[in-house]
């Protein structure tokens, strides 16, 4: 532990204070912009001044770029201490950190109509016409997706989910409560939906090898308490917003009236199957390979054709939205890996109620990755319960912030419009610590009188 090492937890944490004011500075930036093309319109030159800085506020007020834009001067004070090589060795800038591409890849593929459309199909069969309803799509989204997320990795899944509850939920426009209390399910879910296997949700990858913990010892331990305690809470929150439920139906009802019956189902059905196909096996080909860049760097590039081969069956594909979680995803991990030196010093000395409690909050503001792979470095001193909690604490914090959870940015990425004033992670906060604390609750209940 160096000087070094408290300037980098220094950074950290003002990106993370950044993030909470983020919402004020899109939403300036945004009004400043509005304002300036407005004044275009009349006077029929544009305030360059005022679209400048506006342009500026709302850069800086994007949740993607905030931590690689704290890098940035953390970097050049190294640099000036160490010199240039030395600076790149010491915040491991030399790697290639394969996860955050992986993410960006499997949001691109997961995000075209061959993979969307067989999906909502899928969650389909449990809405059929006669008593479909929008609460009825939103509660099977909610339930099936993250379900999905063990076998098609936690970040197909989040883009899934979001981009089906854009298409049959968002899109009818529910209060602002419903949809922070939608968005903090989610990313609720995604989180704790991928524990029922042991290789898709990334902290229970990290250590499942080491621990020798196989998909049975997930599911019976984690999994299956898990998804109990996403059904209940994803009841609770129908009966607590039925009233809006009800309003939200009767508009759908009225806006099928004057568009037609596709309104909740825009997805193109008349996909070649063997387009299907392809799109299924470069999905499945992404997930053998989480681990080489270059292996996925490839894949793109051949997707990227076969894309533009089949154009009119792909739909519209978020290529800037999927690069730009992959940036706040390398700029979170390069953080991370300096924060390790105190989160381990934390960790290694607790018992397992303050263990699991101190999970929960590390993994709200550090990618819950990072919790369970520093996990991993105090093995030794760690039995079979306290391993169990510092996992369960991770997995089950991973919906309480953005940051808590590597596809959490990608979810947002493909719903903020339906957020016009700014995103806010108070508020997210909010909605997603009852889940959080309920499952809480299951899970030291389980450890207490079911070992």
């Given amino acids: ?84 090589d030395k600076a790149f060795e010491v915040m491991k800038l030399k790697g290639e950190y394969p996860e955050a591409f992986f993410v960006s890849l499997l949001m691109i593929i997961s995000s075209t109509n061959p993979i969307l459309s067989t999906f909502q199909r899928l969650i389909g069969l449990f809405c059929p016409k006669k008593v479909e309803s929008v609460a009825r799509w939103w509660f099977w989204i909610l339930t099936l997706g993250p379900i999905f997320g063990s076998l098609i990795t936690e970040a197909s899944a989040m883009t899934l989910s979001a981009l089906l509850l854009k298409k049959n939920f968002f899109v009818i ?7 922070y209390g939608t968005i903090g399910l989610l990313f609720f879910n995604i989180s704790i939906g991928g524990a029922l296997t042991n290789f898709a949700a990334p902290p229970v990858v990290l250590v499942a090898n080491k621990w020798r913990w196989d998909s049975l010892y997930i599911l019976v331990h984690f999994g299956a308490l898990f998804i ?56 499945a080909a992404v ?8 292996l996925m760097l490839g894949e793109l590039i051949f ?32 953080f991370g890996n300096l924060q390790s030196w105190w989160v381990n010093r934390l960790l290694s000395h607790l018992s397992f109620f303050p263990l699991y409690l101190s999970s929960v909050l590390l993994s709200s503001f550090n990618d819950n990755a990072l919790v369970s792979y520093v996990a991993t470095l105090i093995v030794p001193e760690m039995d079979e319960s306290r ?65």
Avoid: C
């Avoid at 009802?253 to 299924?280: M, Q, T, Y």
């Fill in 228 to 283: 109990l305690g996403m059904i209940i809470t994803n009841l609770a929150y129908y009966f607590f917003f039925r009233k809006e439920f009800n309003r939200l139906e009767t508009e759908r009802k009225s806006l099928i009236a004057e568009a037609g019956n596709e309104l909740l189902s825009p997805l193109d059905e008349e996909i070649p199957l063997w387009i299907r196909f392809v799109n299924f096996a470069f999905l």
């Fill in 387 to 451: 391993k169990r909690a510092i996992i369960a604490g991770a997995l089950s914090g991973g919906g309480l912030t953005i940051l808590a959870n590597a596809p959490n940015l990608a979810g947002l990425s493909l719903l903020r419009d339906f957020f016009p004033e700014g995103f806010s992670p108070i508020r997210l906060f909010k909605m997603a610590v009852i889940p959080t604390a309920f499952v809480t609750i299951l899970f030291i209940l389980k450890e207490v009188f079911v070992r």
């Fill in 1 to 84: 532990m160096n000087s070094f090492d408290y300037l980098a937890s220094g950074f950290f944490f003002l990106a993370v204070v950044h993030t909470l004011f983020s919402p004020f500075l899109f939403h300036k930036g945004s009004s400043m912009i509005d304002y300036a093309l407005q004044k275009r319109n009349i006077h029929k030159t544009l305030p360059q001044r005022v679209y400048f800085w506006g342009a500026l506020l709302r850069f800086v007020g994007e949740v993607e770029i905030i931590f690689g834009l704290w890098l940035l001067p953390l970097f050049f004070v190294l640099v000036f201490q160490v010199g240039w």
């Fill in 287 to 294: 997930t053998l390979i989480p681990k080489h860049f270059v």
């Fill in 303 to 334: 997707f990227f054709a076969f894309m533009e081969a089949t154009k009119d069956y792909q739909g519209e594909v978020p290529w800037l939205k999927a690069f730009l979680v992959g940036f706040f995803l390398f700029s979170l991990e390069v």
């Fill in 173 to 179: 426009n529910p209060n602002p409560s419903l949809a």
